[in-house]
């Protein structure tokens, strides 16, 4: 039992070794890395959102004006080709078309200073969403590099990871089932630390003391006893 216990330690420093790296894989800093341009596209999009939609309210507005300009120059051109057609001849008929005509034109001139003012309102939210769009990208671009990264970084660890999982698995063989599984109950229950050392008086899984009279129980037992730190529960081995 002595010889497996002490095989059983080695179990444990592999499995500490795969957890360690696991927390590694888990904790990559391009993970953190993609994690904060992540968020910072969110909140670009976000942006991008509230400002597109205010330029397409406004682009909105140039629109519906433009297309009353275009209406009043169809209808000027319409009232022109009658008014020089020669099938009109009433002059009251004539003076209503030139008088249209005038307040068609008047009409137009107006639309057309509205839709300059709608430019110069358009103008700087135009500028914020390209400038919006230009920061997206380039996040884009430098999340799509640290994927890159962030992929190499798991596959090393992945690598390591996989070598000492079958050291773990050849070393593990040595132990009897039933000492693995009291084992592996104890390292899922204690934070994956199911065996330790006993090192002098103290448990190096806990880091306590144990009690005189224990010690002394232990030091007269056998050194082939299963026994348990009687303050944290895991295995003691002594070495």
Known sequence: MSD????????????????????????????????????????LDER????????????????????????????????????????????????????????????RSMLEDRILEVMEEREPLDAEVAALEAERVAAEEEAASVRVALGAAEAAVDQELAGVEAERAAVAGGVPADLLATYERLRAKLGGVGAAKLMGSQCSGCHLALPATELDRLRRGSPDDLVFCDQCGRILVRV
């Open 4 to 43: 497996a216990l002490h095989i059983l330690l080695d179990v444990q420093e592999h499995d500490t070794a795969i957890d360690q790296l696991h927390h590694r894989r888990a904790n990559l800093p391009e993970r953190g890395d993609l994690a904060s341009l992540e968020q910072r596209m969110a909140s």
């Open 48 to 107: 991008l959102a509230t400002v597109g939609a205010r330029r397409d309210k406004v682009a909105g507005r140039q629109s519906a004006l433009e297309a009353d300009v275009n209406a009043a120059e169809n209808r000027i051109a319409e009232v022109d080709k009658r008014l020089y057609s020669g099938t009109v001849s009433a002059s009251r008929d004539l003076q209503a078309m030139s008088e249209e005509i005038e307040h068609l034109k008047a009409r």
